[in-house]
């Protein structure tokens, strides 16, 4: 889409340009030739010559030059020309800038229409005047390049590169000119941080000549300027939390650091960035200053490559406070997934990682893994740690394949069984519970409100539509997903919950094996006829006869372990956590969806924080489930940016993100409970 805009209506606009800017070439070689000398012509486009201008103006200027030679006096002269302000080197005169450039923003600069009125001014003197001593003089200090000034013009327009180094189409970008770390810069809550003189690079199109953007006078990190959005004042968290209540606040984070490794196997993701700042030198001071500015409490990590964990992240995070816990993917991948608690705010109960692969099941065969883990919050010294419940945090990395909605859909599944089994308590209930990750699916979409509304019919629906994060109902063939999705032999119900740890419905149910069962075909009550049963020649008149073989009943053997009954139902799959997500997915003040990824310049929500919260009664709009925050209260998170203020900063990563995912940051609150008064003023000075 972006290539037909390009192409049907900025294109026409850089000819039209440029048709413009010819009529002024020839308006004025008309005005000098009827009043120059050739040599003194010569003088003056001497300079524009030097700086390789292209075919087209050297053939024209010469033309000029022959045209003009023997017809013109020696002894007339060139009266003054002012500045003009239109460039006259290849650099302004590339397609590539005035491709962003559009007539309705050079009209309306007052320096345009300033030089403009000037230039038509001299002109017309030019005509009328007589030739003056001094004109030669004037026109040998013209400069050789001048830019166009175009005042509060749109951020992504032509400009001409300032500096040596710099190559037309931005191909190069100087990273030494920033006089402080990128990252305190991009996270710093200063708001009068220094400026970065540096001119972001473009996203490049495919099949068009690259463009340079207009250097903004909005410094990046306000362009990049995320909002804490304080949710305990609210009306409806205000009536929640009582002031007598006191509540364990912390601070969860998730973050997609996009491993190295990915980085360079798809550098053609990439393009749009100077590869400077994909180094991973670069990019990992910058991931730590803004880990570090946010100070979270529990830092839930995915696309961790393995030796950048061990060798850098980990001894980092432990000086930080932090006790890590890292699960690579299976396989042969290099990468995979962290969560990190401070320890002297959390104590570890449980840890599970979670694998998804399973072999010989087609859909479990890819190498996703997650972390499950069970954390008790620690309370001020004399406080009885039974006050607070624990907390179970996840993290996972889900596969990403747009077309295989049926693993994605699996791989939750599995995760969702684990968190039951860490999350339930002996009486049946569940602890808060806190779900981060990068999920590959947008909002809204089947997998989102399976995990959000706690139930999907996904009987006959399309593989890819699971996700919803490609179009694929215009291909010929699409996958189709059938009940049930996957086998009784993962162990895992339709209500994702292990086999092992369900109640059957009746008591006394069990589901026995089938060489079991086979033991009891020839038995003597399998042999007898019943007295009520319809007498049928040839069908219910025969009596089975033992084969010589069959073992007697008395060496029936006892199925040594037989498993609660779960029927499976058709085609729909439940859970019970009664999640619900941090964020909205839309900016209501900009009236533009959320965005936490930039894959290809195209904005999406993957990534998220869900949390346990109550379902409000007779809450349901339109299929989606009410929720209202129960002993695990939303505090405050941290604004996500919409697509088009990232594109304002090159997309995803830049300079001060250096990933291709935004981090998402939430604050929460959890009921203590059976605290005495001086309990109480004690927590809350801590």
């Keep these: 889409m972006i290539g037909t805009v390009l192409c049907y209506v900025l294109l026409p606009a850089a000819r039209l340009l440029r048709a413009l800017r010819d009529a002024f070439f020839t308006c004025r070689k008309n005005v000098l030739l009827a009043k120059s000398t050739s040599t003194q012509i010569e003088g003056v486009f001497a300079a524009t010559r030097g700086r390789s201008a292209p075919e087209e103006q050297e053939a024209l200027l010469q033309q000029w030059l022959e045209e003009g030679a023997g017809n013109l006096p020696a002894s007339e002269s060139v009266p003054a020309v002012g500045k003009v302000s239109v460039t006259l080197t290849s650099d302004w005169l590339e397609g590539s800038e005035l491709l962003m450039t559009s007539l309705s923003d050079l009209n309306s600069a007052p320096e345009v229409t300033q030089c403009a009125g000037q230039q038509l001014t001299e002109l017309h003197a030019l005509a009328s005047s007589e030739p003056q001593d001094h004109a030669v003089t004037e026109l040998t200090k013209l400069p050789v390049e001048e830019t166009v000034a175009v005042a509060g013009s749109a951020p992504w327009a032509a400009v001409v590169p300032q500096t040596d180094h710099q190559i037309a189409g931005c191909a190069a970008i100087d990273v030494e000119v920033h006089n402080e770390d990128p990252a305190v810069l991009a996270w710093s809550l200063a708001r009068d941080a220094e400026t970065i003189p540096t001119d972001p690079p473009a996203w490049p199109i495919q099949d068009m000549v690259p463009f340079c953007p207009l250097p903004t006078e909005v410094p990046y990190h306000e362009i990049l300027w995320r909002d804490w959005e304080d949710l305990s004042v609210q009306p409806c968290v205000l009536e929640q939390v009582s002031k007598n209540t006191p509540l364990f606040e912390f601070r969860v984070m998730s973050y997609n650091i996009l491993a190295q490794d990915l980085v360079e196997q798809g550098l053609d993701l990439y393009l749009h960035c100077h590869p400077d700042i994909l180094n991973w030198n670069y990019r990992l001071p910058n991931l730590l200053q803004e880990i570090q500015h946010w100070d979270p409490d529990v830092l839930c990590l995915q696309e961790v490559q393995e030796n950048h964990y061990w060798e850098q992240l980990e001894p980092t995070f432990k000086e930080m406070g932090f006790a890590c816990f890292y699960k690579r993917r299976t396989g042969t991948k290099t990468d995979g997934c962290a969560v990190c608690y401070k320890h002297n705010r959390f104590q570890l109960i449980t840890l599970s990682p979670v694998e998804y692969f399973r072999p010989g099941l087609d859909v479990l065969n890819r190498d996703n893994v997650g972390l499950v883990l069970l954390l008790q919050p620690l309370l001020p010294e004399g406080l009885d740690l039974k006050a607070v419940s624990p907390l179970c945090v996840a ?209 999406a929500t993957v990534d998220y924080i869900f949390y346990s919260a109550e379902p409000v009664k007779n809450g349901n709009r339109g299929g989606r489930r009410l929720y209202q925050d129960g002993a695990l209260k939303l505090l405050g998170r941290l604004s996500l940016l919409s697509e088009d203020v990232l594109l304002l900063a090159n997309g995803l990563p830049n300079h001060f993100c250096s990933s291709d995912h935004l981090c998402l940051l939430a604050s929460f609150g959890l009921e203590i409970s059976s605290l005495r008064e001086g309990d109480k003023h004690s927590l809350v000075s801590s």
């Excluded at 684990?418 to 209930?429: L, Q, Y």
């Excluded at 109640?503 to 003597?524: N, V």
């Excluded at 019943?530 to 033992?546: I, N, S």
């Design 395 to 603: 993290n996972t990395h889900v596969l990403f394949n747009p077309r295989r909605g049926d693993i994605k859909l699996a791989q939750m599944a599995l995760l969702l069984a684990e968190i039951d089994k860490i999350a339930k308590t002996t009486e049946g209930s569940y602890c808060p519970v806190i779900l981060c990750g990068d999920l590959n699916s947008v909002p809204d979409s089947p997998l989102y409100k399976f995990i959000r509304n706690g139930e999907l019919s996904y009987h006959g629906m399309p593989a890819w539509k699971v996700s919803g994060q490609e179009d694929f109902s215009q291909q010929f063939y699409s996958r189709k997903l059938l009940a049930p999705l996957w086998p009784s032999s993962l162990g895992v119900t339709d209500n994702c919950q292990y086999v092992t740890l369900c109640q059957p419905k009746k008591l006394g149910r069990r589901k026995y094996s089938r060489d079991f069962l086979l033991q009891f075909r020839f038995c003597d009550v399998a042999c007898e006829r019943p007295p009520q049963l319809v007498l049928l020649e040839g069908v219910t008149d025969a009596k089975p006869d033992r084969p010589e073989h069959w073992p007697k009943p008395a060496a029936v053997v006892k199925d040594p372990d037989p498993q609660p009954f779960v029927p499976r139902s058709s085609g729909v799959i439940q859970h019970g956590l009664n999640l619900t997500s941090v964020y909205s997915h839309f900016l209501p003040q900009r009236g533009r969806p959320e965005v936490t990824t930039m894959p290809m310049g195209l904005g």
